[in-house]
């Protein structure tokens, strides 16, 4: 077998006939447990995904259920995590949060009975509804939301749960919600597999449509999972090494034993700080391995948070699918944070595109994408930090926002002006003669220049980053 | 129409979208165009004015799952659903 077919036969193990076979029998469900498990040992979710998984396997016919007996979990732990300590407050946001959820529920299965204007509005509604509650955690006096704690846990769950429910309504918008439980929906909007405000995995549709129903397929499922958490240490430990042996960095005091052999390259945040302490190669090398660990970082965490999801057998895509291969900017930005882009063609491309500019296809485009990767990023963005924005007050939030406005209006034109000329090539009568590494390198080079203005901290001002950009080209 | 005079009408249109380096038969009716590699998900917007242009849809009351555009047995369902 040549190296290449064997790399195949490893990458693929999801695909391998015997090893799906094995995965189908009790005996391969306990070695699945026990290697999942393993490989979940370093991190704390292993204390509730493996319980969790053992239970699943056993009898995934009830896997909602026991995914729903987690997401009460999941509650209690963020709670705490927040400093939430009084029965009274913990019981009160409990009930807030279980009767928001069923709410949401009840109007999607109710849709074609809502009034007309909820109809056409549900998610404009929905997030009105949420930013007057999380305005109203500022405006309120503290007596009357509880202690601040619980405010504080308000503040956070409002962003988290806001984008579950819209998928919660779009099930609804859809007709899809009828004939399903209150259960179908709690286990992704309090999801015990993990995540971010965003909604890996997406809604109820989605994870309906991937759910592994027979034994083969969710012994392919299971075994993708594992090969997604056998990923994430790869690409953990890539990355380490990088912090060590490219940027000198420290870990559990492994510093010192490799201090000699390491590069001590700056990070970016350090370039756009003081550009002027460093030549021009190392910034430029620099940008480039910024993009290569962001991308490294977003693939890890997104490998656990859907390993976790397809060993509990909803075999749903990737978050982070070698982006570093695409050949256009709209390729990359699929295949970099998928669920994020969902969120945003779903909450803010589609609706835009199916209802504006018809006559005018580029317009269109142009009025879809903006609303997308510019409106929606910078939305989602502001409702996510805005306990941090509100905390450094009105100037503050601005020097904050201002560089990701600029990012994401970089964003949004390269990647409508990316869609139209792969529109324009796939039409063309002739392929395109630019070879695919110039393809990859020029994709390389706008993301990680436009990363100069999304980098973090974001005490960095617009004008550190403006001027660090012109640094690069000698300016 | 038919669900299979929709089906002719789906595919031709799809041979004007695909890839050039995928043929339109090695894809079957179930099997998803964009993780066949068939079309690419910017070609979904196409399929979309499709509907719109060729079967009189307006998605703006409804919305658009991307999902019910995921294969040619989906998008038939789509149609039929709408035209019920």
């Known amino acids: 077998m040549t190296l290449g077919r064997q790399f195949e036969a490893v990458s693929q193990l999801h695909e391998h006939p015997r090893l799906i076979e094995l995965a189908a029998t009790a005996r391969g469900r306990a070695l699945v447990w026990l290697v999942a498990t393993l490989l979940l040992a370093p991190s704390s979710l292993v204390y509730s995904i493996s319980p969790l998984l053992a239970l699943v396997l056993i009898a995934p016919q009830w896997r909602v259920q026991f995914l729903s007996g987690g997401s009460i979990w999941v509650l209690g732990r963020l709670l705490i995590r927040e400093g939430v300590s009084t029965p009274a407050a913990m019981g009160g946001l409990f009930v807030l949060v279980g009767v928001a959820l069923y709410l949401c529920y009840i109007a999607a299965r109710s849709y074609s009975r809502l009034p007309g204007f909820a109809r056409r509005n549900a998610q404009i509604i929905l997030h009105v509804v949420a930013c007057a509650a999380l305005i109203g955690t500022w405006l309120l006096p503290v007596r009357f939301l509880g202690d601040s ?9 409002l962003p988290f749960l806001v984008w579950r429910c819209g998928y919660v309504l779009l099930s609804g918008r859809r007709g899809s919600a009828v004939n399903s439980g209150f259960l179908d929906h709690v286990f992704y909007c309090l999801p015990i597999f993990g995540g971010t405000p965003v909604p890996y995995g997406k809604g109820y549709d989605h994870l309906k449509r991937h759910r592994a129903e027979q034994a083969e397929a969710l012994a392919r499922s299971l075994l993708a999972g594992i090969k997604l958490l056998v990923l994430v240490w790869l690409w953990t430990g890539l990355r380490r090494a990088m912090t060590l042996l490219v940027y000198g960095d420290d870990i559990h005091g492994l510093g010192s034993v490799v201090a000699g052999y390491a590069l001590n390259l700056p990070h970016l945040r350090e370039l756009i700080a003081s550009p002027d302490a460093f030549r021009l190669p190392t910034a430029w090398l620099s940008i480039f391995l910024e993009l290569f660990a962001v991308t490294l970082e977003l693939a890890a965490s997104g490998h656990m948070v859907i390993g976790c999801l397809r060993l509990f057998g909803f075999n749903v895509f990737r978050n982070t699918y070698k982006p570093l291969l695409a050949q256009s900017i709209v390729d990359f930005w699929n295949r970099f ?3 994020f882009k969902e969120l945003l063609v779903e909450f803010f491309f589609l609706p835009t595109y199916v209802s504006t500019f018809k006559a005018h296809p580029r317009l269109r485009i142009l009025a879809a994408t903006m ?6 990023n910078i939305y989602y963005h502001v409702l996510r930090d805005s306990e941090e924005l509100v905390n450094v007050g009105l100037t503050g939030a601005w020097m904050q926002v201002g560089p990701r406005c600029f990012y994401a209006l970089l964003l949004g034109l390269g990647i409508c002006v990316s ?11 002739t392929p395109s003669t630019s070879s695919p590494l110039r393809r990859i390198a020029g994709v390389w080079w706008f993301y990680a220049i436009i990363h100069i203005w999304n980098v973090e901290p974001a005490e960095l001002t617009f004008a550190q980053r403006t001027t660090f950009f012109l640094s690069l080209f000698g300016l | 129409m038919t669900r299979a005079e929709h089906k002719r009408k789906l595919i031709a249109f799809i041979d004007t979208i695909r890839r050039p380096d995928m043929a339109l038969d090695t894809v079957e009716e179930h099997d ?3 993780t066949s590699g068939l079309i690419d998900s910017l070609a979904l917007l196409e399929i979309i004015t499709f509907l719109e242009v060729e079967l009189g849809f307006d998605f703006s009351d409804t919305g658009v799952d991307p999902d019910q555009l995921s294969s040619i047995a989906e998008i038939l369902d789509l149609i039929e659903r709408r035209s019920a």
Request: proline fraction near 0%; avoid cysteine; charge should be positive.
């Open chain 1, 149 to 157: 704690h619980a405010i504080h846990a308000l503040r956070v769950l």
């Open chain 1, 337 to 339: 944070y998928y669920y």
């Open chain 1, 371 to 376: 609303a997308a990767a510019f409106l929606g």
């Open chain 1, 419 to 429: 869609m139209i000329r792969e529109q324009q090539r796939r039409g063309a009568a």
């Open chain 2, 32 to 34: 998803g165009l964009v």
